[in-house]
């Protein structure tokens, strides 16, 4: 930010603040502080409406679990474990006038906006196509209406990449690290209070006004989120690091990946703790069925979620504050450990029990608000563990190598999900009840979690812990990373 270098210069007195070659007064940090935050919501509540909406209106469709599947996890994990990783690498050696994470953002967002206005039309798109069939012989419109949605998803999760990669790789970028553990709980704050905004007053409407809800969110998005784009400012990078051998080409890239991501277990510890945290979750699309289960309507399913907001956003401010104080890896310990032996056995309580859809309201309204810090604990595994972990002048690399790893085995998983609540769905005398056995799938995974999360510990403690860590590289004695 040139303005905030500037200010600095003007009054030697006041306090500076720097990362990189970014210098900021407390004013300076105050309005980065906000303008991210302003983005943050646009971004998160863009990102919200997709996946609430579109199972409902897949589902309306008469579409399977397995195509739910297929078209809300599986299609944009496969464009995030290529598309997501490719640009994660690029991003990390571009250089701009812009920076070398907004161009990404700015350039891609017309045609985001275009695909996620598609989705507020899909319907009438879906009517036309079928209309200009030349015979429509066994294709029904349903079934019509179901491809236009896989395509559109298509279109936008690609488009999506550019941004979901860049943005949090920003962060690490424009914050000085004496204050990314606040700035990331405010982040969240801002990002569940997002949530629990759409929820009490937004959700509501989804199956009678999705038209609206996307065509708001797209313009958003779209002047609020170019917005941020155009007041955050980029510092001055040192030169890229050089792929192993000096090799420019695509095959010295991608060596360059493999080597310095994959050859160490201390990294894949990581690996395997996100992709199994995020196998548990890959089942939570199905959530609001679970909930119709148990005879809630939009109303309270709403209700339900926006209090879990609530309450989890107070919740992070304390997470981030135990993060910054006792490092990341311990708080996520213990939210895996309270996950595993006390909320998601808990939530197995609507297999045995069902009681009247007034008493299960507020049953549930009570786990889900004790589970809120458990949920917050375990969030800080992404992204405040990730920064703390990995190097920072390849950030984005070592996030790509995650994210290819974690959707890759998701997007299996999201496929699995819905073939295990089919097959519990054929072999219940109420076919929703099968949606109840959403908490065993995410037990088992988060177990998993559990166990790579104290091996990384262990590990964590190996390259030095709180006072000596600095992220080890194939090859190299574990040193300070170059970008300050």
Known sequence: MKR???????HPAAPRYSVGSLRYTKAGLAAL?????????????????VPSIIPLSLKSLNASNVAISLIVVVLPGILYSTVGVWVSFWSDRYRSRLGRRIPFILFTAPMLVVFLCGFGFHDRIAKGLYAMLPCHGHVTEASVGIVTIGVLMVGFAFFNNFVGAVYWYLFNDVVPECFLARFMSLFRVVGTGTGAFYSFFVFRYAETHFREIFVAAALLYLFGFGLMCFKVREGEYPPPPENIGNRKDVWGGLVTFVRECYCLPHYWYLFLMNTCVACSGTILMFTVFWHQSLGLGLKEIGIVSGAASIAGGVMILLSGWLADRYHPIRVVVIGLFAAVLMVTPLNAIWLFHSPAPNTAFLILLGITIIASPVLAFIGIGDPPLLMRIFPRERYGQFCGANALFRNSTTTLGGIVAGVFLDFVKARCVDGDFAYRFIPIWMWFFQLGALICAILLYRSWKKYGGDELYHPPLPGLPAQAPAYQ
């Open 33 to 49: 502080f906000a303008w991210m935050l302003w983005g943050d919501f646009c971004f998160t509540l863009m990102e919200t409406v």
């Open 4 to 10: 905030n270098e500037s200010d600095a210069l003007s």
